[in-house]
């Protein structure tokens, strides 16, 4: 896989000599109103409780992360689908400056809507592939148990109570870009050196 990225970042490099290119991931998590639960500490003869009700409503972060910087860039959405995933592609661009003088390889998995025929590229942004069924390749996949931390063992009203709590939480990890680049940043990514 290095190999495969090293390789198609050389190539924009060389298309577009004069452009600043980087190196990102993309990935979907979903999140509901189903709980979490997770194990925590109690005192010795206490046991835990967790409020607990079942509901099987969603909602959808797509995440951007640069594993060399650490930066992070989310939305929060609805659905996956290939339409969203065009307007996601679009605002990244346009908030990331991407054109003829700023380039992004983006990693994504094989999701049904990344690989559509309907997908609407930017200029600026160049998308590869990973393996199927390799969710270990994806840096952006580490970012999951970080999302999840203050949803774990709660149980939401609604699916605006939840995204309220989501949206503060990806406020909070734009923040913490030494922790995201520690948690993403795979030895053999950050060799590609962009």
Not at 40 to 57: C, L, M, N, Q, S
Not at 91 to 117: M, P
Not at 136 to 144: D, M, T, V, Y
């Amino acid at each position: 896989m290095e190999k495969k990225l090293a390789t198609e970042v050389e190539q924009i490099q060389t298309t577009y000599p004069d452009a600043e290119v980087q190196l990102w991931c993309e990935d979907e998590h979903r999140l509901g109103l189903k709980p979490i639960l997770r194990r925590v500490y109690v005192p010795e003869g206490e046991t835990p409780i967790a409020d607990v009700h079942w509901r099987f409503k969603w909602l959808w972060l797509y995440a951007f992360v640069h594993p060399k910087t650490g930066e992070t860039k989310a939305w929060i959405l609805p659905y996956v689908n290939t339409e969203l995933f065009n307007q996601v592609l679009a605002d990244f661009a346009r908030e990331f400056g991407l054109g003829t003088n700023k380039h992004i390889l983006l990693a994504v998995d094989r999701a049904g809507w990344h690989t559509s025929k309907n997908l609407q590229i930017p200029e600026g942004l160049h998308l590869t592939f990973l393996p199927s069924h390799s969710p270990e390749l994806q840096p952006a996949e580490r970012l999951w148990t970080l999302v999840d931390e203050p949803l774990a063992n709660q149980s939401f009203n609604s699916l605006n109570d939840l995204e309220n709590i989501l949206f503060h939480r990806c406020q909070s990890l734009l923040q913490q870009q030494d922790l995201i680049r520690g948690l993403t940043g795979f030895h053999w990514w950050l060799q590609i050196g962009v």
